[in-house]
């Protein structure tokens, strides 16, 4: 699969071509490009807990989500946690305004409900598309190196599964930009969790450096997470732009701290 850059308007995003020509769906993963924040949240911070003007926030989802399609406001979003929990979506979790209290944890999303974008957020973390269009049936997932060694980009699959009987040949799988190898520097915590997960198939994704330090592939590991959940490699889209190497264009944790806007990736059914 296939991911590139888009534009509409002033709003700059990524999205993945083969969920494109499926149709009945819209997606997109956000850049910081595009929106009407100032200072440290410039410009398109869709990040509800950083601290912006709340108006200029809902300004910039009204942007992000005309941008990429979706049908209208309605949306849904979680407190992620870094864990592998995921959440099926039902009207009562859908609301129209981003400030509006979220009760419960997840750090996956699915639902069968046209009309719903189902939103998560990032600033180095992958963020993880799915959608079925045999069963119309859209997920996201917030990936970070716990929620990695969580294998949280293989429980969204399986939930998709369990409740609405998709079959994994049938997901399409777009991870969106996040930290990178180049950048993601780690002391051995993160790779000795990525070992006690997933055993000897994890090394090749984990590579020593010369102070010691370990460099990690984030993307690569949830890439085959996916393939290990049963869908097919062709079916899966990775974005290999870094947020850390790339400031123009997003924002980065590990680069700039909590001193910052957050990049957003949504998915509904029209």
Not at 138 to 157: K, L, M, N, S
């Amino acid at each position: 699969m296939t991911i590139v850059q888009k534009q509409h308007q002033s709003v700059v995003f990524l999205a993945s071509e083969e969920m494109e020509q499926a149709g009945g769906v819209a997606h997109g993963f956000s850049t910081r490009l595009g929106g009407i924040s100032e200072g440290m949240w410039a410009s398109l911070n869709l990040g509800v807990s950083r601290g912006d003007d709340p108006d200029h926030v809902r300004e910039n989802y009204r942007r992000f989500l005309t941008a990429i399609g979706a049908q209208g406001p309605r949306m849904a979003m979680s407190n992620q946690v870094h864990e592998n929990h995921v959440r099926v979506i039902t009207k009562a979790d859908v609301k129209e305004d981003p400030y509006e209290k979220v009760s419960y944890e997840a750090d996956g999303l699915v639902t069968d409900l046209p009309g719903v974008t189902l939103v998560i957020f990032s600033a180095d973390c992958l963020p993880i598309l799915y959608y079925d269009p045999v069963r119309q049936v859209v997920a996201a997932a917030h990936a970070g190196w716990r929620g990695t060694a969580a294998d949280i980009a293989g429980a969204v699959v399986r939930k998709m599964e369990e409740v609405y009987g998709c079959d994994p040949q049938n997901i399409l799988a777009a991870i969106g930009p996040g930290i990178g190898p180049c950048c993601f520097e780690t002391h051995e915590d993160v790779p000795n969790a990525m070992m006690a997960a997933f055993s000897t198939p994890v090394l090749k994704y984990l590579h020593i450096q010369e102070n010691g330090k370990y460099s990690v592939d984030l993307k690569g590991i949830n890439a085959m997470r996916l393939e290990k959940a049963g869908i097919p490699t062709e079916n899966i889209g990775v974005c290999e732009l870094c947020t850390s190497c790339h400031p123009d264009l997003f924002w980065s944790h590990r680069q700039v701290g909590t001193n910052r806007g957050s990049m957003a990736a949504a998915i509904g059914l029209k």
